[in-house]
């Protein structure tokens, strides 16, 4: 029942988010043309960011004044929190400072070999960065455990990079993925 409260309530603060905030989506600087030729604004993760910290800060408060099952932050909580803030400042740095037509990882580590380094280069070591830190919790069991349980994570978020070509698309995906997951699990 929480998931379900939590998704409506992020569902609405986006929409809500996109409501208010058209002029600084149709900002110059957040536009993007897209393989079709179509001008596109750019940098929509934001919405993501703000949304999660809307929900965490609403579970917090809710929390404190005895709603709810936990008033303060988890280490799972805080871990979601990092990841978005994380990637998302990664993929704002791309959608801001992306610039050529380096494109791939062939791309990228071409455009390394002639001494170039690209924004998708820094979010792809970002990201393993990233993914890194939230796995090195305290009680992780190994090396190998650490470096394979980051590697999902990063390759996680590259497939969800991969996706990002049409609007939505990286959404649809999650949510057709995690229902087998979550039903799996049992969550």
């Known amino acids: 029942m929480t998931a379900v409260v939590?998704?409506?309530?992020g569902v609405v603060t986006v929409r809500f988010l996109r409501m208010v905030s058209g002029d600084i989506l149709a900002s110059p600087a957040l536009?993007?043309?897209?393989?079709?030729?179509?001008?596109?604004?750019?940098?929509?993760?934001l919405f993501i960011i703000l949304t999660v910290l809307v929900i965490d800060a609403g579970?917090?408060?809710?929390?404190?004044?005895?709603?709810?099952?936990?008033?303060?932050?988890?280490q799972a909580r805080l871990a979601v929190l990092f990841a978005v803030f994380g990637f998302g400042f990664l993929g704002m740095v791309d959608d801001l400072a992306a610039v050529g037509e380096d494109r791939g990882f062939k791309g990228h580590l071409g455009?390394?070999?002639?001494?170039?380094v690209t924004t998708g280069l820094l979010k792809l070591l970002g990201g393993a960065a990233v993914a890194i830190v939230i796995v090195a919790t305290p009680g992780f069991k190994s090396g190998r455990t650490l470096i394979v349980?980051?590697?999902?994570?990063?390759?996680?978020?590259?497939?969800?990079?991969?996706l990002d070509r049409a609007p939505g698309r990286?959404?649809?995906?999650?949510?057709?993925?995690?229902?087998p997951i979550a039903i799996a699990v049992g969550t």
């Open 170 to 179: 990286t959404i649809k995906f999650g949510l057709v993925a995690y229902v």
């Open 111 to 116: 455009a390394l070999r002639e001494g170039r």
């Open 31 to 45: 536009e993007r043309t897209n393989y079709r030729g179509h001008t596109l604004a750019t940098a929509g993760g």
């Open 59 to 74: 579970r917090s408060v809710l929390g404190a004044i005895g709603v709810g099952s936990e008033s303060g932050l988890t």
């Open 6 to 9: 939590a998704f409506l309530v």
């Open 149 to 162: 349980d980051a590697m999902l994570i990063a390759l996680a978020a590259n497939l969800g990079n991969l």
